[in-house]
């Protein structure tokens, strides 16, 4: 993940070195994410729904048909103090969850583009996604996103962002993101953002000013 240094946006960030411990799963937290998993894990009469017209058209003969869907993945931008957009394709399922999983595969893929640069550390893998009925999703990742973080507020806010946008202005059921690693709760990346409750989307960083900073 390419370093970015600190810049203006500093000053919109919630600083949490007095609110909450640094790091995720540190000493003194044992919030546990089982009541989440338990509460969002699809029911029965649920999958059963979503499975029955493929297997009705798996028995007919014919293949099941496939409609792509566009949507939009935020990058941090290597021109702005903010995010960069790129389109992709995702198979366009009746899910909010299978679709919130294709979108964090193709921000986790990396950008295409030049405009713009990778949003979390190398290394990182999305570990589960989960939505709850309220409109929060659980994104849990692996250490790599909290481990690989190189310091700076800006670094942490535009990744923060870029996987918050790239799911809420995708996916209509979705209306905030919350933030695990390992399954933990995390309070902070890198000390610089809280993260303790789920966040909306921020529009504005898809509209920052040119600056002249060196990447």
């Known amino acids: 993940m390419t370093r970015r240094p600190p810049g203006p946006l500093a000053a919109v960030v919630i600083a949490v070195a007095a609110l909450a411990p640094w790091g995720c799963g540190s000493e003194g937290d044992e919030t546990s994410t089982e009541p989440v998993a338990a509460n969002v894990a699809p029911s029965a009469a649920a999958q059963d729904e979503t499975e029955a017209p493929a297997a009705e058209t798996e028995a007919a003969g014919e293949p099941a048909p496939l409609t792509l869907l566009d949507v ?3 990058f941090p931008s290597s021109k702005t103090d903010g995010l960069e957009s790129e389109q992709r394709e995702i198979f366009d399922t009746a899910s909010p969850v ?7 595969s193709d921000l986790l893929a990396g950008p295409s583009g030049p405009d713009s640069l990778p949003a979390v550390p190398k290394g990182t893998r999305l570990r589960q996604v989960f939505v709850l009925e309220s409109g929060v999703a659980y994104a849990d990742f692996s250490a790599e996103l909290r481990d690989g973080m190189p310091g700076g507020t ?13 799911l809420v202005l995708n996916v209509p059921e979705i209306k905030s993101v919350a933030i695990l690693v390992d399954g933990k709760p ?23 000013k040119t600056s002249g900073r060196v990447l």
């Not at 923060?160 to 946008?165: G, H, L, P």
């Not at 990346?189 to 504005?204: I, W």
């Open 72 to 74: 939009t993945v935020y």
């Open 186 to 208: 995390c309070p902070t990346l890198s000390g610089h953002l809280d993260l303790r409750r789920p966040l909306g989307a921020d529009r504005s960083l898809s509209s920052s």
């Open 154 to 166: 800006d670094n942490e806010l535009l990744t923060v962002y870029a996987i918050v946008n790239s």
């Open 98 to 104: 299978e679709r919130a999983k294709q979108i964090l």
